[in-house]
């Protein structure tokens, strides 16, 4: 059958190929770092893992198909792949962000690419007209993250590409909140969609790993791979093998999480330790009715502000017993986290805000944990 007429659901499970000669239902994981040439001398299908390895190439076409790219790049964080798209900059060129955005991206471009040149400002990405003001003609790229982190702002998608496109600069959504399987973002029309794998892909706070993938434009998809080739930040056979095994109940987990967190956002939402929820569902998040058009349910990030400052929400955030107190997100297990503490020197984030990333637990065990948590402050 056709991949492109299954439901997502049916494409997580199937949409690696096995690339092995035994016929085993799941791939085995190729560690040979070196493979032999054919007999007259010329390049077999691989050559050198560093340039493609099998259990690479199998999770890049699995992530290619699940957003509907047209070619996928893994790399070895979220970052080196942030990284990787900045390197196919050049001097003068300008990098436009939302003022809500995962914080290494910030840290990235001033600390790694100031001094080369490639410049960045940051505005609000919820108000069209204004990203359209500050797109600059030598602006490459406009970065969207919808939902973002961790504010959970949400962007027009389609409106920022049109904009961004009539001004001649390409859009990059980082999806890694979302995943593909509640949003797809080159058909809204962006260029570029990334992932930190470490989240979602992998599912199990057990891999670290990126992925770039892009629709159309051959530049970019030529620079990227000379980039991976030469640049050499890969992830290893065993890491995609891990993030391939994670696609296959990518559906079930996120859909499973959302809805743990739609139930936890109403909870926390009418709790009087409880200043403000952050989560899209919400009819008092601004664009909540963007997400509601553009995502088939709202993730499991959900972000709040407790009554208090650092030292109530610190309490709160070592008092949860399921909700573990640690960074990142995604996964099964629920995580609660106090962010302005991991951001370093780039902090945006209030001291009484928690970032929860809600895992597959039960939504009343979940809720009974943070209310006890809450009853301490
Ligand atoms: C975690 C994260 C990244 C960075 O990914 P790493 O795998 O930690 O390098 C980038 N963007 C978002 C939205 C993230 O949550």
Not at 107 to 122: C, D, H, K
Not at 226 to 249: E, H, V, Y
Not at 258 to 281: G, M, R, T, W
């Amino acid at each position: 059958m056709e991949q492109k007429n299954l439901h997502i659901a049916t494409r997580t499970v199937h949409s690696s190929e096995n690339f092995d000669s035994t016929s085993a239902v799941n791939p085995p994981i190729q560690l040979s770092t070196t493979f032999r040439r054919n007999v007259d001398g010329s390049f077999a299908e691989y050559l050198y893992s560093r340039y493609d390895n099998p259990n690479r190439r199998s999770f890049e076409e699995s992530v290619a198909r699940l957003e509907g790219g047209d070619e996928a790049f893994a790399f070895s964080s979220g970052l080196a792949s942030t990284q990787a798209l900045f390197q196919t900059l050049k001097s003068g060129d300008h990098v436009l962000l939302p003022n809500d955005v995962y914080h290494g991206v910030v840290a990235q471009l001033m600390e790694l690419f100031e001094s080369f040149g490639v410049t960045y400002t940051r505005c609000d990405f919820g108000e069209p007209a204004i990203v359209e003001q500050a797109i600059k003609p030598n602006t490459r790229i406009v970065w969207t993250e919808s939902p973002s982190n961790p504010l959970l702002d949400i962007t027009d998608l389609e409106e920022i590409c049109s904009i961004a496109h009539a001004k001649g600069a390409m859009v990059v959504s980082d999806n890694t909140c979302a995943t593909p399987i509640l949003q797809r973002p080159i058909e809204f029309g962006c260029d570029v969609v990334l992932h930190s794998a470490t989240k979602f892909f992998g599912g199990h706070s057990d891999v670290l790993m990126g992925v770039v993938v892009v629709k159309g434009n051959e530049e970019i998809r030529r620079k990227l791979k000379r980039i991976q080739m030469i640049g050499g930040a890969n992830p290893s056979p065993f890491d995609c093998w891990l993030a391939s095994r994670g696609l296959k109940t990518l559906a079930l987990r996120v859909r499973e999480q959302s809805k743990n967190a739609e139930v936890i956002a109403q909870f926390l939402s009418s709790h009087s330790k409880v200043d403000c929820v952050y989560y899209p569902s919400l009819p008092s998040h601004r664009n909540h009715h963007i997400a509601a058009r553009q995502m088939s349910q709202f993730g499991s990030m959900i972000s709040i502000l407790i009554k208090g400052g650092l030292v109530e929400a610190m309490k709160v955030a070592n008092s949860t017993t399921l909700f573990a107190h640690a960074t990142s997100l995604g996964s099964v297990e629920s995580l609660i986290e106090h962010r302005r503490s991991v951001e370093g020197g780039h902090a945006t984030s209030p001291d009484n805000l928690l970032r929860l990333s809600v895992g597959i637990e039960h939504a009343d065990d979940l809720i009974a944990d943070l209310e006890q948590a809450l009853d301490r402050i």
